[in-house]
């Protein structure tokens, strides 16, 4: 299959994901079709308020994780290399910690977090990881130090989450939906929020894609050609810093999507980064989106933790590929 | 011993000094490559070639001296323009997932711009130098999925498709085996003396290195000296550089450096 019809069979998958994402809910299918046939004013709130903007929003998270994985990947030519490698998750993790600590009346000047909400304390706090990274690692001269550095940081960050909710034992119940992750909250400001930044970072990411193809040549290569390569690192670091904020802030932290949406490109064709990308964001949203709609579906009427589920699919998946590369060698 | 910088050279240094933190691999070293030659750069292990290929070839910043291309300091090329002069091949490559005309294509970076798509002219390029290489019956195959040889065609023929008036390649001919070490050989000298480029190399083997213009010889102890196989041989350049005597031979107007088994050194 040649890749421009996978983009449009990929399209179509999505769009009828969408649409049956709008009958699956706490009520079940039969009687959502009914529903839909003489929609009462209850039933018009549930698919334009929840159930429409929780699809789109989820393809739109999926997707941009996708897209921060495949760049993360191409920087640091590492195929294990995943969109919180800068430490993004436990950083967001301890902003929202402080936030919920900070509402649950626990004030050591934190209180300005509580008024960002959740959302805000989750991008603030990835920013702030971010920032320690790449403090920690002298800037972005040497990607070996980069990952080591976001390795540490997501530690501490870690251990400092957990030594607070020791504390408040309570908030670690809220504390757990948003480390899961979670699309149940999606608005239609998410969604508008999730997908102009994605349109932003797609166009970025695409413009710049021969840099991450001359990066797989090796450094030096890279180079030689005529990039700086600071100034590439520092420009794709930053799309990654801000999607994966982005998505952190809206939906918590959903892992797995962003490993295994270019490695799912990249079992199919041999592709250029500019067409990995759009792949891998393609493919990244259709993951997060099935995985949605099976987190509603499969314990109907309760709910399961998307992230759950994306890394049950993502797990298996890349345990599939490790089984089929050790047969193949 | 130090050779006369002047405009005949594409690419020259002066009292360069090269090394990593503290350590100083190279001291003070001046050469110059001529243009429309191939030079050739041999030393024993860790006498420290690629440092200095990859501080002529702009990848490194000296510690002290400086690197000159086209007669103007390094530095004073943008980015770009350096990149359309001087082209430059690693030893070892990472095998990449892109296919060889993806990678090939690389070439062509910086003639456009980031937006750009392939002119017919880059294709034209890579077409030609695909041939030239002869990669081009698997042009739409992975890197991965090449053999050693292969991939080093792909990587030849990428470092050909910038068109660079300066080639710098550190060890090209390493992990293959001999006849495709030969056709490489023929390749950069064909480069030399047929397309006027300036070439510019390590090479391990010995009887490969000596069928070059010029050799730079690199010892142990720094820069031993740089002048044609002829005047390197007559000064016995080789075994101060190799701590041994190094026997060289000529078998039909063709230096061969003959390994010395059976005899004790001296």
Redesign the interface.
């Known amino acids: 299959m040649r890749f421009g019809r996978w983009l449009l069979v990929g399209g179509a998958i999505c769009i009828i994901l969408l649409l049956i994402g709008l009958l699956i809910g706490t009520t079940g299918i039969v009687r959502s079709l009914t529903e839909l046939r003489h929609p009462d004013s209850e039933a018009l709130v549930v698919f334009w308020q929840i159930r429409l903007p929780r699809s789109l929003g989820a393809w739109c998270a999926g997707a941009l994780l996708g897209l921060a994985g495949c760049i993360a990947q191409g920087v640091f030519?590492n195929p294990l290399a995943e969109p919180y490698l800068l430490g993004t998750a436990s950083g967001a993790a301890l902003g929202v910690a402080l936030c919920l600590l900070s509402l649950d009346g626990v004030a050591f000047g934190i209180a300005w977090l509580g008024a960002l909400g959740v959302t805000g304390a989750a991008c603030v706090g990835a920013a702030g990881a971010i920032a320690l990274t790449l403090a920690l690692s002298r800037g972005v001269v040497q990607t070996a130090s980069l990952l080591l550095a976001g390795v540490v940081v997501a530690f501490l960050l870690s251990a400092i989450t957990s030594l607070l909710l020791l504390t408040k034992p309570d908030i670690w119940l809220s504390m757990q939906s948003f480390l899961l992750g979670s699309t149940a909250l999606i608005g239609w400001f998410a969604v508008l929020l999730l997908f102009a930044v994605l349109c932003v970072a797609l166009v970025v990411a695409i413009?710049?894609a021969?840099g991450l193809?001359?990066l797989?040549?090796?450094e030096?290569?890279a180079?030689?050609?005529?990039?700086?390569l600071p100034m590439l690192r520092l420009a794709f670091l930053g799309l990654v810093a801000v999607t994966t904020a982005t998505v952190v802030g809206q939906c918590g932290v959903i892992g797995f999507v962003g490993l295994v949406a270019p490695h799912l490109v990249?079992q199919l064709f041999?592709l250029?980064h500019r067409r990995l990308l759009l792949g891998s964001a393609l493919s990244g949203g259709m993951l997060l989106q099935a995985a949605d709609l099976l987190s509603r579906w499969l314990l109907q009427p309760a709910e399961l933790p998307v992230g759950a589920v994306t890394a049950c699919l993502g797990g298996s998946y890349l345990i599939v590929l490790l089984w089929r590369r050790n047969r193949d060698n | 011993m130090i050779t006369k910088l002047s405009s005949t050279h594409a690419l020259s240094c002066t009292s360069l000094s090269l090394g990593y933190g503290q350590r100083l691999v190279l001291r003070d070293v001046s050469i110059g490559v001529q243009r429309g030659t191939w030079t050739a750069v041999v030393g024993p292990n860790g006498a420290g070639k690629s440092t200095l290929l990859?501080a002529l070839?702009?990848?490194t910043v000296p510690q002290a001296g400086e690197v000159q291309l086209e007669d103007q300091p390094l530095q004073h090329w943008s980015?770009?323009a350096?990149?359309?002069r001087?082209?430059?091949?690693?030893q070892?490559?990472?095998a990449?997932?892109?296919?060889a005309y993806?990678?090939v294509a690389?070439?062509r970076?910086?003639h456009g711009h980031?937006?750009s798509q392939e002119t017919s002219r880059d294709r034209a390029i890579i077409e030609r130098v695909m041939r030239a290489t002869g990669s081009l019956d698997y042009a739409?195959?992975?890197l991965s999925t090449l053999s050693g040889g292969e991939r080093q065609r792909v990587?030849l023929a990428?470092m050909l498709a910038?068109e660079a008036g300066v080639l710098v390649l550190d060890e090209p001919t390493t992990h293959l085996d001999p006849p495709h070490q030969e056709d490489i050989v023929r390749l950069l000298r064909s480069q030399a003396h047929g397309c006027g480029v300036t070439v510019l190399s390590a090479i391990h083997d010995l009887s490969l290195a000596l069928a070059a213009d010029q050799l730079i010889v690199l010892g142990a102890a720094g820069l031993i000296g740089q002048g044609t196989v002829a005047e390197i041989l007559e000064r016995d350049w080789l075994s101060i550089a190799f701590g041994e005597a190094v026997s060289v031979v000529q078998v039909d107007g063709q230096y061969v450096w003959r390994p010395r088994l059976g005899e004790s050194g001296t």
Do not use: I, M, N, Y
């Not at chain 1, 180079?223 to 700086?228: A, E, M, N, V, Y």
């Not at chain 2, 001087?86 to 690693?90: K, R």
């Not at chain 2, 990449?96 to 296919?99: C, M, P, Y």
């Open positions: 030519r413009a710049l021969k193809d001359a797989t040549l090796g030096d290569t180079q030689s050609l005529g990039l700086s990249r041999e250029d | 990859r070839a702009g990848l980015r770009r350096r990149g359309q001087l082209a430059w091949l690693a070892a490559v990472p990449s997932e892109l296919t993806t990678v690389l070439g970076l910086a980031w937006f739409d195959r992975r990587h990428r910038v």
